[in-house]
């Protein structure tokens, strides 16, 4: 499936190419120690400039999801799971991606997944798969 891909900048540069290293970095502010997403040069809880990329397990549960049926453009492969995705590292620290390689009736809530990642020219998607025991 063909994705749109981000633009890079400086705060989300290691979140979009982590994958390269088959990691997941979320920013992590320094004084207050709290996970964030999505990345910002400020940490929004304490407003800390003392923030950066910072590797994670990359582990987590499907917070909630919905299954799109809509083909918003030709290259996408009907039907997919658009899910948020809650990270094992600290409660309430969500990003929304995509459960993949799953039948998507199969998909819900609480469902323990875990990272994959997809590269699309110097971007590595962070995706989601059903975790493996």
């Known amino acids: 499936m063909s994705r749109k891909l981000p633009a890079l900048t400086a705060e989300s540069q290691r979140f979009w190419q982590g994958g390269a290293e088959r990691r997941l970095f979320i920013h992590r502010c320094q004084p207050c120690q709290r996970f964030f997403h999505p990345p910002a040069p400020v940490c929004p809880h304490c407003l800390s400039e003392e923030v950066a990329a910072t590797a994670v397990s990359g582990r987590g549960q499907v917070a909630t999801f919905t299954i799109n049926h809509q083909a918003w453009t030709p290259q996408l492969d009907l039907p ?38 997809l590269q699309q020219e110097d971007i590595w998607l962070p995706l989601f798969v059903e975790e493996r025991s």
Do not use: H, T, W
Request: negative net charge; charged residues 25%.
């Open 80 to 117: 997919y799971v658009i899910a948020i995705i809650e990270l094992d590292e600290q409660p309430g620290l969500r990003l929304v991606s995509n459960v993949i390689n799953c039948e998507p009736a199969k998909v819900r809530i609480g469902m323990r997944v875990e990272v994959e990642f």
